[in-house]
């Protein structure tokens, strides 16, 4: 049986990221559903974003949120010897985590040095 949605569907999940997802945190640790404040709590860096940082495009049938990369931001605490590094995006007027993902380096982070975001895309997938 064939299964399919509307792009504009698939869009409004990617929408409300690039809309309200105001600030970029790099976290130390995260755990699936974490609260707003344990996130914010766990956050090393963070960079304020604007609608702008974030493009929306189509891989196939899919449509795809890309965020923009941010380069020399200034860590505000150290990571710990060994990190488990995540990228979460936050609505920060709402307190809301809008969406989470990983960040593979897992490098040590010392407060005061240089971070530097990569771009990463967030896929909204037709149903399988």
Do not use: C
Not at 70 to 79: E, H, I
């Amino acid at each position: 049986m064939a299964k399919w949605v509307d792009s504009d569907v698939l869009d409004l999940g990617i929408n409300r990221i690039k809309t309200n997802a105001n600030v970029m945190h790099l976290l130390k640790a995260y755990a699936a559903g974490d609260s707003y404040a344990t996130v914010v709590g766990n956050s090393i860096a963070n960079q304020a974003m604007v609608s702008g940082d974030y493009t929306l495009g189509s891989s196939g049938s899919n449509r795809t949120l890309t965020v923009a990369a941010k380069s020399g931001v200034t860590a505000s605490a150290n990571s710990g010897a060994s990190p488990n590094l995540h990228i979460a995006f936050v609505d920060s007027t709402n307190s809301k985590v809008l969406w989470v993902t990983d960040e593979t380096s897992d490098q040590v982070v010392t407060a005061g040095n240089t971070v530097n975001f990569p771009s990463v895309v967030y896929t909204s997938q037709q149903p399988t």
